[in-house]
């Protein structure tokens, strides 16, 4: 009599699944990182010191894992979320109060911070090791693109709550744009883009107004903010991912030593 | 957040977080030393006498962790004990003379001073029993520090966790960096290959990298749910347009921005500078023509590269975001660690342009202003005229400045760049330089702006 094991593993739909018996034998091992969509990320086989915790730190891949956290949580996080100056922060407060799984919020605003973290201890590590240095320059500047849109997305997320800390946070960081040189309206140069005595830039045309839809942090920020947070930044992260881990491969994976 | 709570009442709040505190501490070095023992790393550091019976006893790594663990076992008790007053914390007048110490040129002098010997002695910092020995200082400093109401309120509010997160982060992996560019330069300055050459060797990726991944994810998760559930995400009032906090601060990760508000106008601070950090980060590669210390820890062979970076991210970006999270309060106030936030709190700006300088106390004649409803080109003139030492430094310093470096101690490597990236990489490097330039000129003489022209919103 075959066990239990054996019959699922004999059966028509693990097979169809996976196309290879379990990888415990080189052969198979080697077959799985090469069948496996998920593992084909990986090559099938790598430097001892490529792998070491005490060289690379982990901290690409544990941003890589945070990143997947907060998409998934961001995503349940939605279901209960109206992105409305008349119901946002009534329902953040639910989600504190009433609804079941009480740490989605938690889980979503600690992993953003982990992620901010992270990421910078990555570059720092790449750094450190001199692993930006030819061939890999230019994943490197994928990298401070990413870095970049890490912050963004955790900016973009402050606002979310409606909130005091929120909405002075926002408004603290955006009034930045407002002194943007030619292009903001209290900024150096503004006054040269005027046209038959006419300002261009006013605090209704300026790069802040672009940034919040409006002349204060407001309805259409909230709105502006969540597309951003949910949608364009993270598809931004996604495609930027996908280039730098295939840079990561095709560059000779991890850096090391000639 | 510990508003209404009567001291007894933060007392026994700060407790039930220290106690479990200082008995992670214990562990942490009864693992250390149960690691050294049985991976055979005991090494004896001294012998204790025993007074009159002639013998000695060694004092090795392993027992110096033992007393250490034993040492935060006590504080556990002490802190969970129900007795107020015997609450391990820092002493008032180590605090008092905290708080005289500490201001923004303190700080700033202070961290600079401490990563430049860091920097220069690493050899001594990083033995594994010296930096062991900072880092459960550093830890003691913290548990003893909770208790100040003052600094418990900045420390522990949620936002804030994070930047006790990335301080501790940062100084371990610094020092797993340096410890190891450190063996890698000694071996190196004797022939050998660096640490990261032994492990050439290939390995299945499945499943020794699969696995660790595994294992890291499944750490993550537990971490992030024991973090997610002993700590509530904050959610103050709800938005109110007319009710300004004070102080009104962006998040934690751009206060090193705002932090240079105190000396730039937000064109440079909030516009410009930040460019300048992305486009810098960029041209790294491209400006960095050495093509040793790739792919391995070194500190030797990359040493201005390495210096200007981590000028760059520990002691600008990093510091100035400790800075401006933990000690500026209100009106952007700075306040030590164990002081309250006083909202009425005074420090008396007599800050002067360089332009007001010039011509009222070296000069003692009055500004020159435009005569009133001139047109355009004569109040650009006047301008002109009223700020043209600033102007002239400013662009002394941006133009002159990069050719005379470039003949003088760059020279080699304006030889190797050529003219446009050396001239990018002095630019970047110029106007890096600039906040610190500006921090001391703001402390030594007052200066506000080198060039202040507000009728332009073009203050510098
Ligand atoms: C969302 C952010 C990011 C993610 C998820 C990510 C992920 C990764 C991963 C998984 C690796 C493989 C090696 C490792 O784990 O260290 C890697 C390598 C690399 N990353 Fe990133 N990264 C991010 C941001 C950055 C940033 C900010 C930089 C630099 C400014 C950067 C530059 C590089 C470079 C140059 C490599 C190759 C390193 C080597 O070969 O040793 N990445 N990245």
């Known amino acids: 009599m075959p066990?239990?094991?054996?019959?699922?593993?004999?059966?028509?739909?693990?097979?169809?699944?996976?196309?290879h018996p379990m990888p415990v034998d080189r052969r198979n091992r080697i077959v799985v990182m090469l069948t496996n969509f998920f593992l084909h990320l990986h090559p099938v086989s790598i430097k001892k010191q490529g792998i070491a915790l005490s060289y690379t730190w982990c901290m690409g891949g544990v941003t890589f894992f945070l990143f997947l956290v907060e998409t998934v949580t961001g995503v349940l996080l939605m279901f209960y979320y109206r992105p409305t100056v008349e119901w946002a922060y009534a329902d953040i407060q639910m989600l504190r109060d009433v609804h079941s799984l009480g740490i989605l919020r938690e889980i979503h605003r600690w992993g953003a911070h982990a992620m901010v973290i992270t990421v910078w201890l990555h570059m720092y590590r790449v750094f450190l090791t001199g692993s930006y240095k030819p061939p890999r320059e230019f994943n490197w500047v994928v990298?401070?693109?990413?870095?970049?849109?890490?912050?963004?997305?955790?900016?973009?997320?402050?606002?979310?709550?409606?909130?005091?800390?929120?909405?002075?946070?926002?408004?603290?960081?955006?009034?930045?744009?407002?002194?943007?040189?030619?292009?903001?309206?209290?900024?150096?140069?503004?006054?040269?883009?005027?046209?038959?005595?006419?300002?261009?830039?006013?605090?209704?045309?300026?790069?802040?107004?672009?940034?919040?839809?409006?002349r204060e942090v407001g309805e259409e920020t909230l709105n502006r903010f969540y597309i951003l947070h949910c949608i364009a930044i993270p598809l931004g992260v996604a495609?930027?991912?996908a280039i730098h881990f295939w840079r990561v491969r095709k560059d000779g994976g991890i850096s090391g030593p000639l | 957040m510990t508003h209404g709570l009567t001291d007894a009442q933060f007392i026994d709040k700060v407790a039930s977080f220290l106690w479990p505190y200082y008995i992670v501490l214990a562990l942490m070095n009864g693992v250390a030393a149960l690691y050294l023992w049985r991976t055979g790393q005991m090494k004896t550091w001294f012998s204790l006498p025993v007074p009159g019976s002639g013998k000695s006893v060694p004092i090795s790594n392993v027992v110096a962790w033992v007393v250490a663990a034993v040492g935060f076992v006590l504080l556990a008790a002490f802190a969970g004990n129900s007795n107020v007053?015997?609450?391990?914390?820092?002493?008032?007048?180590?605090?008092?003379?905290?708080?005289?110490?500490?201001?923004?040129?303190?700080?700033?002098?202070?961290?600079?001073?401490?990563?430049?010997?860091?920097?220069?002695?690493?050899?001594?910092f990083v033995t594994p029993a010296i930096a062991w020995t900072i880092w459960n200082l550093m830890l003691l400093f913290l548990g003893l520090s909770m208790t100040d109401r003052d600094f418990f309120e900045i420390i522990a509010k949620p936002d804030n966790v994070p930047i006790v997160m990335l301080v501790l982060l940062l100084s371990f992996f610094t020092?797993?960096?340096?410890?190891?560019?450190?063996?890698?330069?000694?071996?190196?300055?004797?022939?050998?290959?660096?640490?990261?050459?032994?492990?050439?060797?290939?390995?299945?990726?499945w499943p020794d990298l699969v696995y660790t991944e595994l294992i890291c994810m499944i750490a993550l998760t537990a971490f992030l749910i024991f973090w997610a559930i002993a700590l509530p995400a904050p959610l103050e009032e709800p938005a109110s347009s007319v009710k300004t906090p004070n102080p009104s601060k962006a998040p934690w990760y751009?206060?090193?921005?705002?932090?240079?508000?105190?000396?730039?106008?937000?064109?440079?601070?909030?516009?410009?500078?930040?460019?300048?950090?992305?486009?810098?980060l960029m041209a790294i590669p491209y400006l960095d023509f050495n093509r040793e210390g790739n792919g391995y820890y070194t500190i030797k062979q990359r040493k201005f590269s390495y210096i200007v970076f981590q000028f760059g991210f520990l002691e600008m970006w990093i510091t100035l975001i400790v800075l401006g999270t933990l000690l500026r309060g209100p009106n952007w106030n700075f306040f030590g660690p164990y002081e309250q936030w006083d909202a009425h709190k005074v420090e008396a700006l007599a800050n002067v342009n360089l332009s007001e300088w010039f011509w009222r106390d070296l000069l003692g004649k009055s500004l020159p202003t435009a005569p009133a409803g001139s047109n355009l080109p004569t109040q650009i003139g006047f301008i002109g005229l009223r700020e043209w030492l600033g102007i002239a430094l400013v662009l002394g310093y941006f133009i002159a400045l990069p050719p005379i470096m470039a003949l003088t101690v760059f020279r080699r490597y304006y030889q190797k760049m050529g003219f446009i990236r050396f001239m990018l990489m002095a630019n970047l490097l110029l106007l890096m330089a600039s906040l610190p330039i500006k921090m001391v000129l703001r402390w030594v003489v007052q200066l506000k702006y080198l060039i202040a022209i507000p009728e332009f919103f073009l203050n510098f």
């Open chain 1, 239 to 241: 495609l930027l991912l």
């Open chain 2, 175 to 205: 020092w797993l960096a340096t410890y190891r560019a450190v063996i890698n330069d000694d071996r190196m300055d004797r022939g050998e290959p660096p640490l990261e050459k032994l492990d050439n060797e290939k390995v299945l990726v």
């Open chain 2, 254 to 280: 751009f206060l090193g921005l705002q932090e240079m508000l105190v000396y730039f106008d937000p064109w440079m601070a909030g516009i410009v500078l930040p460019v300048t950090v992305v486009i810098g």
């Open chain 1, 3 to 19: 066990g239990l094991g054996e019959t699922i593993r004999e059966s028509q739909i693990w097979k169809s699944i996976f196309r």
């Open chain 2, 85 to 124: 007053s015997w609450m391990p914390s820092m002493p008032l007048s180590w605090q008092e003379a905290i708080n005289q110490a500490s201001g923004p040129v303190m700080y700033s002098l202070g961290t600079t001073v401490g990563l430049i010997v860091l920097f220069i002695f690493r050899r001594f």
């Open chain 1, 143 to 214: 990298g401070v693109l990413l870095l970049l849109l890490t912050l963004l997305l955790s900016f973009t997320g402050y606002l979310l709550p409606w909130d005091q800390l929120a909405v002075w946070a926002i408004t603290v960081g955006s009034n930045m744009a407002r002194a943007h040189p030619f292009l903001g309206h209290e900024g150096p140069g503004q006054q040269l883009l005027t046209v038959g005595g006419v300002d261009m830039i006013t605090n209704a045309s300026d790069a802040r107004f672009a940034l919040l839809g409006a």
